[in-house]
């Protein structure tokens, strides 16, 4: 049995249709471009998405949490007013509040005749971290002279 065409069927087809049983080249071409679109807006989304906590790499590691916190609330609850947030506080460089309140504390430390100790055994403390024990230390709980105070 041979197979004839239609008689109403015209003799010359777009190129887009194939016979029967030969590969769909522009299906397949057709595919990879839809998969190829999806997976890029995915990328670009993830990438405008991301944006703010990029920008705040620069800034102190409070602020960068925050953001980066807000950056994933955003993404997971689809709330666009974290991201805006995130973005505004990327952008804002958040004054140092706390270290012209520590010198303060130390030059007032030094007028009363306190000992301040050495910068690095400061951070140490407000990090957390112990101080490396001097030869001393096994001599300091022993009594030994008083320093006389002056009130001026």
Same mark, same amino acid.
């Given at each position: 049995?041979?197979? #004839?065409? *239609? ?5 010359h @087809? &777009?190129? $887009?249709?194939?016979?029967? /049983? ?5 299906? *397949?071409?057709?595919?990879? $471009? ?7 807006? /995915? ?8 944006? &703010?906590? +990029? ?14 916190? @807000?950056?994933?609330?955003? @993404?997971?609850?689809? !709330?666009? @007013? ?8 990327? $952008?804002?460089?958040? &004054?140092?509040f706390?270290? %012209?309140? *520590?010198?303060?504390? +130390? #030059? ?5 005749? !306190?000992?301040? /100790?050495?910068?690095? !055994?400061?951070?140490?403390?407000? !990090?957390?971290?112990s101080?490396?024990? #001097? &030869? ?6 022993? %009594?030994? %002279? ?7």
């Amino acid at each position: 049995m041979t197979a #004839s065409p *239609n008689p109403a069927a015209t003799t010359h @087809l &777009p190129f $887009f249709i194939t016979a029967p /049983g030969d590969t769909d080249v522009l299906f *397949n071409i057709t595919l990879v $471009f839809v998969v190829a679109c999806i997976i890029l807006t /995915g990328v670009i989304f993830l990438t405008i998405h991301s944006l &703010p906590e +990029r920008m705040a790499h620069k800034s102190k590691k409070v602020l960068l949490d925050l953001i980066a916190l @807000l950056c994933l609330l955003a @993404l997971l609850t689809h !709330e666009h @007013l974290f991201w805006f947030i995130a973005i505004v506080l990327a $952008f804002i460089d958040i &004054p140092d509040f706390l270290t %012209p309140v *520590n010198r303060i504390a +130390r #030059s007032v430390a030094t007028m009363a005749g !306190e000992d301040v /100790g050495d910068k690095a !055994e400061d951070r140490d403390k407000a !990090e957390g971290r112990s101080a490396p024990v #001097s &030869p001393d230390a096994a001599t300091a709980g022993r %009594p030994g %002279p008083q320093r006389e105070i002056v009130h001026a």
